[in-house]
T-cell receptor
Framework: GQNIDQPTEMTATEGAIVQINCTYQTSGFNGLFWYQQHAGEAPTFLSYNVLDGLEEKGRFSSFLSRSKGYSYLLLKELQMKDSASYLCAVGGYQKVTFGTGTKLQVIP | DSGVTQTPKHLITATGQRVTLRCSPRSGDLSVYWYQQSLDQGLQFLIQYYNGEERAKGNILERFSAQQFPDLHSELNLSSLELGDSALYFC????????????????FGPGTRLTVL
C-alpha cells in the first residue's frame, strides 16, 4: 500500500519562500504529483516528478529523492493567492494515492 | 476551467436515500476517476473506469457503485445513504488508463457537495 506524510499546516509571509515536505512509503512508484486545492474547489495540477532532482516551473519547484522516499514543493515570492492546501500524491500500481494535504496560510 | 463537468453542484438528501452523481470527462480523455473528500480529510480514491471498463478500485463501499457509458460520461451511485457519506465528491479524467504510470495528469471537475441529513 501507500503511506504519505506531509505537515498539516504551515504559515509564511507574503514575498517569502516556503518549502512543503512530503515523505512516502510505497509498494510501487510511478511518479509523484503535487496539486493545489483552494478551499471548496477542485485540485489543480502543479508538478510531476518521476526522476530524482528538481523540476522548476515559474515560482514553483518540486524535488524528488526516490531512495529517500522524499519530495518537497518550493514556492517562491509568495502571494496571498497562494493560500491553499497543497496535496502530495504518489502514483502507484494503477492508481494515485493522495496525502491529506498541507494547508498553507500566507500572511501580509 | 478543467473541461471536466459534474452535476449537480449541490445535493441535499436524507439518510437511507439513493443519489446519482454525474461526470463528463474532458474531450479525448478515456479515464474517469471518482474521489471522496470529507471535511479535513484527504482525497480518497474510490474507483476508476477506462473506456467503459472498471480499471482500478479503491476504498469504495459496497453501497456505492459506478459505471462509464459508451459516450464516456460516468455516474456514481450512492445508496442507503448515511450521515457519514456527506462529503465533496470529485470526478477527474485523464488521457490514458494507467493512473500510476508515467505522466498522467488528472484534471478535476468542480465537485458535487453531498449533504445527508
Amino acid at each position: 500500500g501507500q503511506n504519505i506524510d506531509q505537515p498539516t499546516e504551515m504559515t509564511a509571509t507574503e514575498g517569502a519562500i516556503v518549502q512543503i515536505n512530503c515523505t512516502y512509503q510505497t509498494s510501487g512508484f510511478n511518479g509523484l504529483f503535487w496539486y493545489q486545492q483552494h478551499a471548496g474547489e477542485a485540485p489543480t495540477f502543479l508538478s510531476y516528478n518521476v526522476l530524482d532532482g528538481l523540476e522548476e516551473k515559474g515560482r514553483f519547484s518540486s524535488f524528488l529523492s526516490r531512495s529517500k522516499g522524499y519530495s518537497y514543493l518550493l514556492l517562491k515570492e509568495l502571494q496571498m493567492k497562494d493560500s491553499a492546501s497543497y496535496l502530495c500524491a504518489v502514483g502507484g500500481y494503477q492508481k494515485v494515492t493522495f496525502g491529506t494535504g498541507t494547508k498553507l496560510q500566507v500572511i501580509p | 476551467d478543467s473541461g471536466v463537468t459534474q452535476t449537480p453542484k449541490h445535493l441535499i438528501t436524507a439518510t437511507g436515500q439513493r443519489v446519482t452523481l454525474r461526470c463528463s470527462p474532458r474531450s479525448g480523455d478515456l479515464s474517469v476517476y471518482w474521489y471522496q473528500q470529507s471535511l479535513d480529510q484527504g482525497l480518497q480514491f474510490l474507483i476508476q473506469y477506462y473506456n467503459g471498463e472498471e480499471r482500478a478500485k479503491g476504498n469504495i463501499l459496497e453501497r456505492f457503485s459506478a459505471q462509464q457509458f459508451p459516450d464516456l460520461h460516468s455516474e456514481l451511485n450512492l445508496s442507503s445513504l448515511e450521515l457519514g457519506d456527506s462529503a465533496l465528491y470529485f470526478c477527474a479524467s485523464s488521457v490514458s488508463g494507467l493512473a500510476g504510470v508515467g505522466y498522467n495528469e488528472q484534471f478535476f471537475g468542480p465537485g458535487t457537495r453531498l449533504t445527508v441529513l
